[in-house]
């Protein structure tokens, strides 16, 4: 696997601390504690994923090294993590990342949208998947499925079921009516642009990743 451009090797430590944190080993693709880092570092979580398998195998000296160092040693690991995080400007986006180019494309859908900072993009992705997992008939708060997603991700079953209207006013396919505008009209457009037009399945996909960063 290629480098990721902001890769260090010191941020081995805090792939390890989260690799030991219990249960022990490699977290879910979209587990919280894996995405926070990721934004922390401006890496993808895909590459801290793969990343973290290498501890399994422990296939390079510097990783046995740490590894021996380390796994055995909780309190000094924190305390050598915590020696990286004091580093000057570390976790300082302004200043630690002067001068590189950040591709903040993925991280925007776990940031708060805009027109509405308790929505997420990755919160609108869910919803939208189950929207073609229904009927509009059963769009509704009283649906399990509905109450069942509103839930995991710490929403009113109402809330669900309202966004799901507004996904039926940017459906191609759905005869178009008079709805009441919404704030988050635009952003539940942009996520139909992206996953809308295409195979259902990746979606699907996706979307049971995606659910991990909210158990």
Not at 84 to 107: C, H, I, P, S
Not at 108 to 125: G, H, N, Q
Request: glycine letters at 2%; hydrophobic letters at 40%.
């Amino acid at each position: 696997m290629a480098k990721h451009p902001l890769w260090s090797d010191e941020y081995w430590l805090l792939l390890l601390q989260l690799y030991l944190k219990k249960p022990t080993g490699v977290k879910a693709l979209y587990a919280r504690p894996l995405v926070n880092l990721a934004l922390e570092l401006h890496i993808p979580p895909q590459y801290l994923y793969q990343q973290m398998f290498r501890f399994r195998s422990l296939d390079t000296p510097r990783i046995e090294r740490l590894w021996d160092k380390y796994a055995a040693s909780p309190q000094k690991l924190q305390r050598a993590v915590r020696l990286l995080r004091q580093k000057n400007g570390y976790g300082n986006a302004g200043d630690f990342f002067q001068g590189v180019e950040v591709n903040e494309t993925w991280e925007k859908d776990f940031k708060p949208i805009t027109a509405d900072e308790a929505m997420t993009p990755v919160m609108l992705i869910l919803i939208l998947d189950l929207y073609f997992r229904l009927i509009p008939s059963t769009m509704v708060p009283e649906t399990p499925e509905v109450a069942e997603l509103a839930k995991l991700i710490r929403l009113k079953p109402a809330r669900v079921a309202e966004i799901m209207q507004v996904y039926q006013s940017v459906d191609p396919c759905l005869k178009p009516r008079e709805t009441e505008p919404s704030a988050l009209t635009e952003a539940c457009r942009n996520i139909w642009r992206r996953f809308g037009n295409d195979n259902p399945e990746k979606l699907a996909a996706l979307a049971a990743q995606l659910k991990a960063y909210f158990k």
